[in-house]
Protein backbone atom coordinates (compact mmCIF):
# COMPACT_ATOMS: atom_id res chain seq x y z
CA UNK A 1 0.00 0.00 0.00
CA UNK A 2 1.48 3.31 -0.88
CA UNK A 3 1.98 5.78 1.59
CA UNK A 4 -0.37 8.92 1.16
CA UNK A 5 -2.20 11.51 2.94
CA UNK A 6 -5.35 9.82 2.40
CA UNK A 7 -4.02 6.86 4.34
CA UNK A 8 -5.39 6.13 7.50
CA UNK A 9 -2.48 7.17 9.95
CA UNK A 10 -2.05 3.68 11.59
CA UNK A 11 -0.74 2.70 7.94
CA UNK A 12 1.15 5.26 7.45
CA UNK A 13 2.55 4.29 10.83
CA UNK A 14 3.07 0.74 10.11
CA UNK A 15 6.09 2.47 7.53
CA UNK A 16 7.70 4.91 9.74
CA UNK A 17 9.92 4.80 12.63
CA UNK A 18 8.31 4.90 16.50
CA UNK A 19 9.41 5.36 20.02
CA UNK A 20 8.56 1.77 20.43
CA UNK A 21 10.37 0.18 17.09
CA UNK A 22 11.25 0.68 13.76
CA UNK A 23 8.97 0.67 10.70
CA UNK A 24 8.83 -1.30 7.80
CA UNK A 25 11.38 0.97 5.68
CA UNK A 26 14.07 0.93 8.35
CA UNK A 27 13.27 -2.81 8.50
CA UNK A 28 14.02 -3.87 4.77
CA UNK A 29 16.92 -1.23 4.97
CA UNK A 30 18.52 -3.09 7.72
CA UNK A 31 17.78 -6.57 6.95
CA UNK A 32 18.50 -6.07 3.20
CA UNK A 33 21.70 -4.84 3.82
CA UNK A 34 22.43 -7.99 6.46
CA UNK A 35 21.66 -10.35 3.32
CA UNK A 36 24.22 -8.37 1.37
CA UNK A 37 27.00 -7.77 3.60
CA UNK A 38 26.81 -11.69 4.31
CA UNK A 39 26.84 -12.39 0.49
CA UNK A 40 30.03 -10.30 0.70
CA UNK A 41 31.57 -11.55 3.75
CA UNK A 42 30.97 -15.27 2.49
CA UNK A 43 32.47 -14.03 -0.85
CA UNK A 44 35.34 -13.05 0.60
CA UNK A 45 35.52 -15.78 3.57
CA UNK A 46 35.59 -18.57 0.76
CA UNK A 47 38.33 -16.55 -0.89
CA UNK A 48 40.75 -16.31 2.10
CA UNK A 49 40.28 -20.37 2.73
CA UNK A 50 40.00 -21.82 -0.52
CA UNK A 51 41.79 -19.16 -2.67
CA UNK A 52 40.65 -19.06 -6.54
CA UNK A 53 37.78 -21.62 -6.77
CA UNK A 54 35.18 -21.37 -8.74
CA UNK A 55 32.79 -21.03 -5.66
CA UNK A 56 34.81 -18.36 -4.60
CA UNK A 57 35.00 -16.58 -8.13
CA UNK A 58 30.76 -17.16 -8.08
CA UNK A 59 30.92 -14.56 -4.72
CA UNK A 60 33.89 -12.41 -5.62
CA UNK A 61 32.74 -11.52 -8.76
CA UNK A 62 29.98 -9.59 -7.63
CA UNK A 63 32.01 -8.16 -4.65
CA UNK A 64 32.29 -4.57 -6.37
CA UNK A 65 28.79 -4.54 -7.68
CA UNK A 66 27.18 -5.39 -4.24
CA UNK A 67 29.44 -2.97 -2.27
CA UNK A 68 28.04 0.14 -4.65
CA UNK A 69 24.59 -1.41 -3.81
CA UNK A 70 25.51 -1.57 0.10
CA UNK A 71 26.79 2.13 -0.11
CA UNK A 72 23.98 3.55 -2.07
CA UNK A 73 21.64 1.39 0.95
CA UNK A 74 23.86 3.25 3.85
CA UNK A 75 23.30 6.58 2.06
CA UNK A 76 19.14 5.95 1.63
CA UNK A 77 19.47 4.40 5.10
CA UNK A 78 20.84 7.44 6.81
CA UNK A 79 18.72 9.72 5.27
CA UNK A 80 15.73 7.82 6.10
CA UNK A 81 17.27 7.53 10.23
CA UNK A 82 17.94 10.96 10.16
CA UNK A 83 14.28 11.46 8.47
CA UNK A 84 13.00 9.65 11.60
CA UNK A 85 15.22 10.35 14.37
CA UNK A 86 13.22 12.20 16.71
CA UNK A 87 10.68 8.98 16.28
CA UNK A 88 13.30 6.44 16.62
CA UNK A 89 13.60 3.91 19.54
CA UNK A 90 15.57 5.53 21.98
CA UNK A 91 18.82 3.63 23.57
CA UNK A 92 18.45 2.76 27.05
CA UNK A 93 20.55 5.22 29.88
CA UNK A 94 23.54 5.12 31.70
CA UNK A 95 26.60 3.17 30.68
CA UNK A 96 24.91 0.29 28.66
CA UNK A 97 22.84 2.95 26.22
CA UNK A 98 26.35 5.08 25.68
CA UNK A 99 27.80 1.23 24.65
CA UNK A 100 24.87 1.05 22.24
CA UNK A 101 25.39 4.46 20.62
CA UNK A 102 29.45 4.24 20.27
CA UNK A 103 28.67 1.01 18.63
CA UNK A 104 26.15 1.76 15.86
CA UNK A 105 28.58 4.90 15.55
CA UNK A 106 31.05 2.69 14.39
CA UNK A 107 29.27 0.28 12.36
CA UNK A 108 28.24 3.37 10.47
CA UNK A 109 31.49 5.12 10.52
CA UNK A 110 33.06 1.64 8.20
CA UNK A 111 29.97 0.99 6.36
CA UNK A 112 30.86 4.45 4.85
CA UNK A 113 34.59 4.28 5.23
CA UNK A 114 35.40 0.92 3.60
CA UNK A 115 32.86 1.15 0.50
CA UNK A 116 34.56 4.92 0.31
CA UNK A 117 38.64 3.33 0.01
CA UNK A 118 37.24 0.71 -1.97
CA UNK A 119 35.41 3.96 -5.08
CA UNK A 120 38.66 5.60 -4.27
CA UNK A 121 40.68 2.93 -5.28
CA UNK A 122 38.29 1.79 -8.54
CA UNK A 123 38.81 5.58 -9.53
CA UNK A 124 42.57 5.94 -8.60
CA UNK A 125 43.13 2.82 -10.92
CA UNK A 126 41.85 4.19 -13.96
CA UNK A 127 39.83 1.70 -14.93
CA UNK A 128 35.82 2.03 -16.06
CA UNK A 129 33.82 1.03 -13.63
CA UNK A 130 30.14 0.03 -14.45
CA UNK A 131 28.50 -1.43 -11.60
CA UNK A 132 25.23 -3.79 -12.59
CA UNK A 133 25.90 -1.90 -16.23
CA UNK A 134 25.03 1.51 -15.03
CA UNK A 135 28.62 3.71 -16.01
CA UNK A 136 29.75 5.10 -12.75
CA UNK A 137 33.18 5.78 -13.86
CA UNK A 138 34.93 6.24 -17.37
CA UNK A 139 38.41 4.90 -17.93
CA UNK A 140 41.48 7.69 -17.06
CA UNK A 141 44.61 7.82 -16.05
CA UNK A 142 45.69 6.06 -12.73
CA UNK A 143 46.59 8.07 -10.14
CA UNK A 144 48.86 6.19 -7.41
CA UNK A 145 47.78 7.77 -4.39
CA UNK A 146 44.28 6.86 -4.49
CA UNK A 147 45.01 3.26 -4.71
CA UNK A 148 47.69 2.73 -1.61
CA UNK A 149 45.17 3.90 1.04
CA UNK A 150 42.45 1.40 -0.14
CA UNK A 151 45.25 -1.32 -0.49
CA UNK A 152 46.73 -0.88 2.46
CA UNK A 153 43.02 -0.22 4.89
CA UNK A 154 39.95 -2.12 2.69
CA UNK A 155 40.13 -5.22 3.83
CA UNK A 156 41.68 -4.75 7.07
CA UNK A 157 38.64 -1.74 8.02
CA UNK A 158 36.34 -4.59 6.11
CA UNK A 159 37.22 -7.42 8.44
CA UNK A 160 37.14 -4.86 11.79
CA UNK A 161 33.32 -4.17 10.31
CA UNK A 162 32.58 -8.22 10.52
CA UNK A 163 33.32 -8.14 14.05
CA UNK A 164 31.70 -5.56 15.06
CA UNK A 165 28.64 -6.57 13.28
CA UNK A 166 29.00 -10.25 14.56
CA UNK A 167 29.27 -7.88 18.09
CA UNK A 168 26.26 -6.32 17.22
CA UNK A 169 24.50 -10.13 16.53
CA UNK A 170 26.00 -11.09 19.86
CA UNK A 171 24.61 -8.12 21.98
CA UNK A 172 20.67 -8.36 20.00
CA UNK A 173 21.16 -12.48 21.64
CA UNK A 174 22.29 -11.02 25.27
CA UNK A 175 19.26 -8.60 24.70
CA UNK A 176 16.72 -11.44 23.62
CA UNK A 177 18.11 -14.56 25.53
CA UNK A 178 20.17 -13.10 28.92
CA UNK A 179 18.78 -9.80 29.91
CA UNK A 180 15.30 -10.66 28.43
CA UNK A 181 14.23 -7.33 27.32
CA UNK A 182 12.29 -5.97 24.60
CA UNK A 183 14.83 -4.46 22.69
CA UNK A 184 15.15 -6.90 19.87
CA UNK A 185 11.75 -6.64 19.32
CA UNK A 186 11.88 -3.44 17.81
CA UNK A 187 13.78 -4.51 14.83
CA UNK A 188 11.82 -8.12 14.23
CA UNK A 189 8.88 -7.98 15.91
CA UNK A 190 5.69 -7.60 13.98
CA UNK A 191 5.42 -4.14 12.98
CA UNK A 192 1.71 -2.97 14.40
CA UNK A 193 0.76 0.33 16.01
Known amino acids: MPITSSSPPAARG ?18 TMALLFLWQFTGMALKEMLGRTPVSAFFVGTHRDVGVLLFTLLLVRAAWGLYNLGRRPPHQP ?10 HLALYGLMFIVPSLALLRQYGSGRAFAPFGVPLMGASEPVAWMVAPANA ?10 ALIVGHVAMVLVHRFVWRDAVARRMVGRVRD
Open 94 to 103: GVIGALAVAG
Open 14 to 31: LWRDTTGRFGRISRWLHW
Open 153 to 162: AHGLLAWLLL
